[in-house]
């Protein structure tokens, strides 16, 4: 199997070509896809049919997961398989409204470091995903705000609800808010570090974080939007477009993602999604329903 990364034209991510995905990998090709992962953040395939279990497969790998067995990878697959986005499918996650920035589950203490979608039913043109590069906004930080922020930390909740103020025009479409029968929230380093890659990672974001810690309320909503400025600006965010037999995977902790306006009776959009490392308490902390945030609430 010969592999081709063929990097975006963006700041960071990459397409990958000549993956059969049928066929497990080769070692060699399973180390090409490692590097190019931690060192692009996102990959693309496209016009493949992935089943769930090759989708955790290659979710797994990436992660540098060692036991790829299959009698491992259909237990991890079959946990998650009722994962969906979707507009269409009962009870898939996030059915309407538009995402602001956030990392999945950035308010726990296990967030997951790798998500997969697979276009599984799409009717082209459907709203994109977009991804903004955590690593490459820390290192591009402009000093000033360096020093003001390198050693604070924040507080992380689900969002985004009470943040009102950050989520721009509701003519863009409402905000889609999970409901869960419990309030999480975790303080965690601003600059942190990536579990696996080591980087220093900009960890805040304007769907889940609540303050900085310690600034006055002013001060710190001040200090976050010159962050949010820089890490959603144009040149630091690579937007994917959607077409059925997409697989997309993406470094949950070096990325950040966001969307449009979904709406539940537009064109098809179903995404099959596998997380990884599932949180141990995964049942738990599972969403109730959704709700809307925004004008027409
Ligand atoms: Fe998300």
């Not at 049928?22 to 992935?50: K, M, Q, S, W, Y």
């Not at 697959?77 to 999945?104: C, K, T, V």
């Not at 276009?119 to 590069?133: D, I, K, L, Y």
Request: aromatic content about 8%; charged content about 25%; some cysteine.
């Amino acid at each position: 199997m010969t592999l081709h990364i063929t990097p975006l034209a963006a700041a960071f991510g990459a397409e990958v070509h000549g993956l059969d995905p049928t066929v497990a990998p080769d070692e060699e090709a399973r180390g090409e896809l490692r590097t190019a992962f931690d060192n692009f953040g996102v990959l693309i395939l496209r016009d493949h049919v992935v089943d769930r279990r090759m989708q955790t497969y290659l979710t797994e790998l990436v992660r540098g997961e060692e036991d790829l067995s299959d009698e491992k990878i259909a237990t991890d697959a079959a946990r998650q398989s009722s994962f969906y986005i979707s507009n269409r499918i009962e009870d898939a996650a996030a059915p309407f409204g538009r995402l602001m920035w956030h990392s999945d589950g950035m308010w726990s203490d296990h967030p997951f470091e790798v998500i997969s979608l697979y276009g599984e039913a799409v009717e082209p043109p459907v709203p994109p995903t977009r991804f903004a590069s955590t690593t490459r906004a820390w290192n591009t930080l402009p000093s000033r705000l360096r020093a003001r922020v390198e050693h604070a930390s924040a507080l992380q909740v689900p969002g985004p609800e009470n943040f009102a103020h950050r989520r721009g025009s509701d003519e863009d479409g409402d905000l889609v808010q999970p409901v869960r029968d419990k309030d999480y929230s975790v303080t965690k380093p601003v600059a942190s570090r990536h579990p696996r890659t080591g980087r220093t990672i900009l960890f805040v974001s304007q769907q889940m974080t609540s303050h900085i810690d310690g600034v006055p309320s002013e001060e710190s909503e001040e200090l976050l939007n010159a962050l949010f400025e820089h890490m959603y600006a144009a040149d630091n965010v690579v937007e994917h477009e959607w077409r059925e037999g997409d697989l997309v995977v993406w470094d949950n902790l070096a990325c950040q993602h966001a969307r449009p306006d979904v709406k539940l009776d537009s064109s098809v959009r179903t995404l099959r999604k596998v997380g990884w490392p599932l949180p141990p308490m995964a049942d738990k902390q599972a969403v109730g329903s959704y709700r809307r945030i925004g004008a027409s609430q």
